[in-house]
Nanobody, 117 residues
Framework: QVQLVESGGGLVQPGGSLRLSCAAS????????MGWYRQAPGKQRELVAV???????NYADSVKGRFTISRDNAKNTVYLQMNSPKPEDTAVYYC???????????WGQGTQVTVSS
């Protein structure tokens, strides 16, 4: 099993910045990619960004140029830097990790991000 613990959510003003973190523990060797999904009220969960062990990244069109995903392999941690967030970015953000094609097998508990003035 893999355990994922997110942190860094909260209230941020439009145009501000926020960084989410997700630390993985357990059977780390079973992971070759980590990423972030989000789910807004009344909407389906959607992919935000993913990053592989080799550093390849993929982003949702809605966040390209504003959000950056990165990882620290030594700390088994993935980050989501959210710059210039918009009210429509308000959602619960979930860390996701595993192998193959997203969505992966392991999920975090979620962290709320609210973008509001």
């Amino acid at each position: 099993q893999v355990q994922l613990v997110e942190s860094g959510g909260g209230l941020v003003q439009p145009g501000g910045s926020l960084r989410l973190s997700c630390a993985a523990s357990g059977r780390i060797f079973s992971i070759n990619a980590m990423g972030w999904y989000r789910q807004a009220p009344g909407k389906q969960r959607e992919l935000v960004a993913v990053i592989t062990n080799s550093g390849s990244t993929n982003y949702a069109d809605s966040v390209k140029g504003r959000f950056t995903i990165s990882r620290d392999n030594a700390k088994n941690t993935v980050y989501l830097q959210m710059n210039s967030p918009k009210p429509e970015d308000t959602a619960v953000y979930y860390c996701n990790a595993g192998r193959g094609v997203p969505p992966y097998a392991y999920w975090g508990q979620g962290t709320q991000v609210t973008v509001s003035s």
